[in-house]
């Protein structure tokens, strides 16, 4: 199956700095998803972007498919920020539609 | 509020007992998803169900059992042949774009 990676593994910012978050994945994807995971284990869905890029507020993403990787950018950080970023690939064809695998994570933290 | 929602939010259980957990829906959406997360790693797919009265195991279906009499429902069984089934459990939905949405989770521990 396709292999999904993270990195860094763990970040430690200080409140206001600015960091990127990397992905990369072993094969064709049509879905990918960024995921924020809260303390209290809530997942929150923060872009769907197979390619191209979008921006939400202080985060943007990147995804270029072709060099499959996507890059998350989180702008001018918050305490609140903290917690696991998580990405989600899906491969094209078959029928398992909307089965994603998601990466190991990255685990944020930014103090006051 | 529209959403999905998963109950028991905690759970405890002895070992050897089946336990169920809830996953409703009122977000309209066809396939539902439950995911499995143990501490410090990602999310591993148990089940999926794409319209009613069908599912598909995920990678890792041993020791569960699922169903999808309704849309709005798919409730997960941890069965007492998992053999580690301590574990935090979320349910998902997909929505016609194909964005994952997810419950708050259960977690569920066993004594």
């Known amino acids: 199956g396709i292999q999904v990676e993270q990195s860094p593994p763990d970040l430690i910012l200080q409140e206001g700095a600015n960091s990127t978050l990397r992905c990369n994945f072993s094969d064709s994807v049509n879905n990918l998803q960024w995921f924020h995971q809260n303390p209290w284990g809530q997942l929150i869905n923060l872009f769907y972007i197979p390619s191209g890029t979008k921006q939400n507020g202080r985060l943007s993403a990147t995804t270029v498919a072709t060099e499959r990787y996507s890059l998350l950018y989180i702008s001018s950080s918050q305490t609140t920020d903290s917690g696991v970023y998580f990405c989600?690939?899906?491969?094209?064809?078959?029928?398992?539609?909307?089965?994603?695998?998601f990466g190991q994570g990255t685990i944020l933290t930014v103090h006051p | 509020d529209g959403g999905i929602t998963q109950s028991p939010k905690y759970l405890f259980r002895k070992e050897g007992q089946n336990v169920t957990l809830s996953c409703e829906q009122n977000l309209n959406h066809d396939a539902m998803y439950w995911y499995r997360q143990d501490p410090g790693q990602g999310l591993r797919l148990i089940y999926y169900?794409?319209?009613?009265?069908?599912?598909q195991k995920g990678d890792i279906a041993e020791g569960y059992s699922v169903s999808r009499e309704k849309k709005e429902s798919f409730p997960l069984t941890v069965t007492s042949a998992q053999k580690n089934p301590t574990a935090f459990y979320l349910c998902a939905g997909t929505s016609n774009a194909g964005e994952l949405f997810f419950g708050e989770g259960s977690r569920l521990t066993v004594l």
């Open positions: 989600a690939v899906e491969q094209p064809g078959g029928t398992s539609y909307g089965k994603l695998t």
């Open positions: 169900s794409q319209i009613v009265n069908d599912f």
